[in-house]
T-cell receptor
């Protein structure tokens, strides 16, 4: 089993530029999550999908962040335009059952300069 | 905000048991206690979860007090590779299942 695959692993961009992160969850996992983790903090949820439907996006800053999960499989998280404060690790996770553990990817470390 | 309380850091000698406490005094009846850990530069890894009864798997044991206000994660024979941040999280599961992470406990296993 490949696990949750995220790309790119690292990204450095200038402020005001757009950036996108990609996530491929574990096959058969219907639920997909995007988290953001700032340095020294625990991850915080940005958005949760059940299949292709975003069921919880209350923490997603919608003025500059967007996400999609077409066909209910892989997902893309976009930031446009990026700000210095967006520098963080962006983690994707998936789960099959609502009571058991998530599987996280290794994350994308974004640096905005 | 995270509703659990954990020590900021702990040390443990290699080969000894690591006992990581967590306080979840406001946990409600349908909420589970989940434990995850995060090794440097990796995503969090699921360890174990429980509702009322003690649980054990190949990674760890989870001891939940009878009043469910606190729990302890036990790594029976800690190794250097167990050095990580350990997160204790309460969540209701089901359709509202989501994990709210706090800052966790940095466990350092020393040789």
């Amino acid at each position: 089993e490949a696990g949750v695959v995220q790309s790119p692993r690292y990204k450095i961009i200038e402020k005001k530029q757009p950036v996108a992160f990609w996530c491929n969850p574990i096959s058969g996992h219907n639920t997909l999550y995007w988290y953001r983790q700032n340095l020294g903090q625990g991850p915080e949820l940005l958005i949760r999908y059940e299949n292709e439907e975003a069921v919880d996006d209350s923490q997603l800053p919608k003025d500059r962040f967007s996400a999609e999960r077409l066909k209910g499989v892989d997902s893309t998280l976009k930031i446009q335009p990026a700000e210095l404060g967006d520098s963080a690790v962006y983690l994707c996770a998936s789960s099959q059952d609502n009571n058991y553990g998530y599987t996280f990817g290794s994350g994308t470390r974004l640096t905005v300069v | 905000d995270a509703k659990t309380t954990q020590p900021t850091s702990m040390d443990c000698a290699e080969g000894r048991a690591a006992n990581l406490p967590c306080n979840h005094s406001t946990i409600s009846g349908n909420e589970y206690v989940y434990w995850y850990r995060q090794i440097h530069s990796q995503g969090p890894q699921y360890i174990i979860h429980g509702l009322k009864n003690n649980e054990t798997n190949e990674m760890a044991s989870l001891i939940i007090t009878e009043d469910r206000k606190s729990s302890t994660l036990i790594l029976p024979h800690a190794t250097l590779r167990d050095t990580a941040v350990y997160y204790c999280i309460e969540s209701s599961g089901g359709s509202n299942y989501k994990l709210t992470f706090g800052k966790g406990t940095l466990l350092t296993v020393n040789p």
